[in-house]
């Protein structure tokens, strides 16, 4: 998937914050976002999802499902709710079922849910509500799925889940925001994006292992 001549300037600014950016992302696999704070790694997303508008054309992708760092949710309704409100709109029914839901979402996902079902959904931790938010919002087939800091918040145990849930879906194309490394190794063929000065730089696995920058330096590290 080829990004050209992305350029973006945000309102009464003089300069353009992306001047004529160009990148690939990889396609159908996972690609990692990352880069120092301010950045501009939200602002990329956002224009490649159609949240802002590129000043000049480009060719983005045409379906997106943008997942950010914490999304609206009442408290006060069940996990069976959560459930029928996302897939309901996703698959055109207004009510499911347990048994229907299981023929709607892939088995670790619904290792998941199958015993939360009938929990209030905000008496679960924070960490628990993103993961069911998350993992089923993965249940949309969409051209390409931004997530901004899956992993905040979550343990690694069911930071496991979360990652069991992205390979199994190989078919897709992933843009994750992160800063933790630890999501790297959770994958065996990626795509690094480093964004550095407005500009991407990409890394394979193997690149981006042996890259030397103080930055990547420190994100390893951390």
């Not at 997106?64 to 897939?87: C, F, N």
Request: aromatic share 10%; net charge positive; with cysteine.
């Amino acid at each position: 998937m080829q990004i050209k001549h992305l350029t973006y300037q945000f309102p009464k600014q003089t300069t353009p914050f992306f001047n004529d950016l160009s990148f690939n992302l990889a396609v159908p696999s996972v690609n990692f976002l990352i880069g120092t704070n301010g950045a501009g790694k939200t602002t990329l997303a956002d224009l490649l999802t159609g949240l802002r508008s590129p000043s000049t054309p480009v060719t983005l992708p045409k379906s997106t499902l943008y997942l950010s760092q914490r999304l609206p949710m009442l408290t006060s309704i069940k996990v069976q709710d959560v459930a029928e409100l996302i897939l309901g709109v996703e698959y055109g029914r207004t009510k499911l079922t347990l048994a229907q839901v299981k023929s709607l979402v892939d088995p670790a996902t619904y290792a998941v849910i199958e015993p939360l079902w009938n929990q209030v959904y905000g008496q679960l931790s924070g960490g628990q509500q993103r993961l069911v938010q998350l993992l089923l919002f993965l249940q949309c087939q969409r051209e390409l799925i931004v997530l901004d800091e899956p992993t905040a918040e979550i343990d690694r145990q069911n930071v496991n889940r979360l990652c069991t849930v992205l390979r199994e879906h190989p078919d897709r194309t992933y843009l994750i925001i992160t800063h933790d490394y630890r999501d790297l190794t959770q994958f065996k063929d990626y795509q690094v994006l480093w964004l550095d000065q407005r500009r991407v730089t990409t890394f394979s696995p193997v690149e981006f292992a042996k890259a030397s920058q103080p930055f990547i330096r420190d994100f390893k590290q951390h």
